[in-house]
């Protein structure tokens, strides 16, 4: 399994800003996606925001707005740009990818994935 790995974290105020990087991406299965996802204390992981294969991209509420995930293929990295940081975005950020297969018993496309990294720690203080 590929190991992927992350950048960028750090401790910051409230209102302010980071840029979490992920390298190490290395395979390209179709209906392929990267995404953010988080975990804090205490609580389940949860998905921050993902980017499809076709370039569509999707966010948790909590962070719509304050956000943004890109990618850039030349350098197989996928960043994550973090405005208005909250405390509550405190948490240990993971970036992942997979691909989507369809699930006939569920009727649906369900994603399966194939490559986590081992986080970064994101602290914001009040």
């Known amino acids: 399994q590929v190991q992927l790995q992350e950048s960028g974290g750090g401790s910051v105020q409230s209102g302010g800003s980071l840029r979490l990087s992920c390298l190490g991406f290395?395979?390209?299965?179709?209906?392929?996606?990267r995404q953010w996802l988080r975990q804090a204390p205490g609580k389940e992981r949860e998905k921050v925001a993902t980017?499809?294969?076709?370039?569509?991209?999707s966010y948790a509420d909590s962070v719509k707005g304050r956000f943004t995930i890109s990618q850039d293929d030349t350098k197989n990295t996928l960043y994550l740009q973090m405005n208005s940081l909250k405390p509550e975005d405190t948490a240990m950020y993971y970036c992942?990818?997979?691909?989507?297969?369809?699930?006939?018993?569920?009727?649906?496309?369900?994603?399966?994935?194939?490559?986590y990294g081992q986080g970064t720690q994101v602290t914001v203080s009040s």
């Open positions: 980017v499809e294969e076709d370039g569509s991209t």
């Open positions: 992942a990818s997979g691909h989507k297969l369809w699930s006939e018993r569920n009727r649906r496309w369900e994603e399966d994935y194939d490559d």
């Open positions: 290395r395979y390209r299965y179709p209906n392929y996606f």
